[in-house]
């Protein structure tokens, strides 16, 4: 895959800003240059779908390329082209789930967090494919067909925010939004060899919902090739909405000085596979403590650490709160029963076996979540920041729907192979997945790096910390 041709669209996002800003180009030509990278990549990736009219889009950049010339700005993201991930609503731009009976839907209103985007200057060009209904971590659907991993086009590009991930990688998009349930921003990253942010539970709060009480495992949150603007596209989603009581009131602003953090002396506590019991591919816990490394070199100090809680009551309860959450979902497209033959399986098992869930079974998958919750917490005590592997296999054959193995483990659900992911959510934890390293046949890989509570700013400095270390292995661009 070629490095595009318009050195500007090579730039971090927070550069294109400045240079908009000072005139150096302008929005047109920005726009020029996406509509054309995307032309020249897209047919091979899949990554951006339901793409505007190219007249229009033009039109828009003119009046923002006129706001400038008056001395007026919408903010940070004036001008810039994002296409939204197509799990959130877009005024008058049509929003699949990646579902055939959502195909043509066009909402009449953005999501909060498009609106948010939208009023710091955002052009919305299009949308970035996704699984059907964002379940499964491989973004393929009947609706827009695959999206392909930006490093290898025979592989999974991860998911469920493979769209917007593969085209940050291919320089389509210079930053974009996700969001994660069971490690839909961090997987993805992981894979095409960028940052992927799960914001704490309740930072980046999601509107509308039909819930604003207990669905609380899944947030919107950035994606970014460096984390700069991953922080900066954070400062944009994150605020307290007042419909959305869970939401965080803290008042925490993401777009302060990265750089003036010293990182020696931080404890980092690697959990690597839980002492075996995540079944992991070849290679992966080396290349991840390959990345632990450079931290170490930063002055931080690393040490192997147990989870020190039993893990499988964990998963257990997890499956509880993730069907019924998934069902929710699910059960307004099944109120026609014809409607069934028309999604996908994975699907129509997370709403059947949520048929057989009880009140009482899910308080206890609750009390079980809220243990892990502090034990997780009594980590903390002696260590600043958790690692794992972001995820337990590389990259797999885009052909396949999901790994059937791990080795010789069989994964007794479409989506067991996740596991690693599912402990950051669960705690309502931050975590970023940090480019990592490849495998030797150049696959990518990522390490979570998980904070604190609430943490998120110390989580990004820390990042940014690694990024320094890590350039080797950001520069190494899709071939």
Request: aromatic content about 8%; proline content about 7%; hydrophobic content about 45%.
């Amino acid at each position: 895959m070629s490095i595009p041709n318009a050195p500007m669209l090579c730039l971090p996002a927070h550069a294109v800003s400045a240079a908009l800003h000072s005139k150096q180009f302008s929005c047109r030509e920005l726009m020029q240059a996406t509509l054309a990278r995307i032309d020249e990549v897209n047919p091979a990736v899949n990554a951006i779908v339901s793409l505007r009219d190219a007249q229009q889009l033009l039109a828009e950049a003119d009046t923002h390329d006129a706001m400038l010339a008056r001395g007026a700005s919408k903010g940070w993201l004036h001008g810039i082209p994002q296409a939204i991930k197509d799990l959130s609503p877009t005024e008058g731009l049509r929003t699949t789930l990646g579902s055939p009976l959502m195909r043509d839907f066009v909402p009449k209103a953005d999501g909060l967090m498009v609106q948010r985007m939208k009023a710091a200057g955002a052009i919305v060009i299009g949308k970035t494919n996704v699984p059907e209904f964002g379940l499964g971590s491989h973004s393929f659907n009947e609706v827009f067909g695959v999206t392909r991993n930006a490093y290898d086009l025979t592989r999974s590009a991860g998911g469920s925010s493979g769209g917007a991930a593969v085209a940050l990688a291919t320089h389509m998009l210079c930053v974009a939004d996700g969001s994660d349930f069971m490690g839909s921003l961090r997987n993805p990253a992981a894979w095409n060899n960028v940052f992927g942010m799960r914001p704490s539970q309740g930072r980046v709060p999601m509107w509308p919902t039909s819930d604003v009480w207990v669905n609380q495992l899944s947030t919107e949150g950035p994606m970014a090739r460096s984390v700069r603007d991953l922080a900066l596209l954070l400062d944009t989603q994150a605020g307290h909405d007042p419909r959305l009581p869970l939401s965080l009131n803290d008042g925490a602003r993401f777009n302060g000085e990265l750089g003036g953090f010293d990182p020696r002396g931080q404890r980092i506590g690697w959990l690597g596979d839980l002492n075996g019991y995540l079944p992991m591919a070849p290679g992966i816990l080396q290349v991840c403590e390959e990345a632990l490394a450079r931290l170490a070199g930063q002055g931080c100090g690393v040490d192997a650490i147990a989870l020190g809680t039993a893990p499988e009551p964990v998963w257990q309860a997890w499956l509880v709160w993730r069907r019924a959450l998934v069902a929710s979902r699910i059960e307004p497209f099944l109120l026609q029963p014809k409607n069934r033959a028309l999604i996908k399986p994975e699907a129509l098992w997370e709403y059947d076996q949520a048929q057989q869930l009880s009140g009482h079974e899910f308080t206890r998958a609750s009390v079980q979540r809220s243990h892990f919750h502090q034990h997780m917490l009594s980590l903390f005590e002696h260590h600043d920041v958790l690692a794992l592997p972001t995820a337990q296999v590389w990259p797999f054959d885009a052909a396949e729907r999901w790994p059937q193995h791990i080795g010789s483990k069989a994964m007794d659900t479409y989506h067991r192979w996740m596991e690693v992911v599912i402990y950051a959510t669960f705690a309502g934890l931050p975590s970023i997945s940090v480019p990592a390293g490849f495998s030797a046949d150049g696959l990518p890989m990522g390490l979570q790096l998980i904070g604190r509570p609430g943490g998120d700013w110390a989580l990004l400095q820390l990042a940014h910390a690694y990024e320094q270390a890590a350039q080797q292995v950001l520069r190494r661009a899709p071939a």
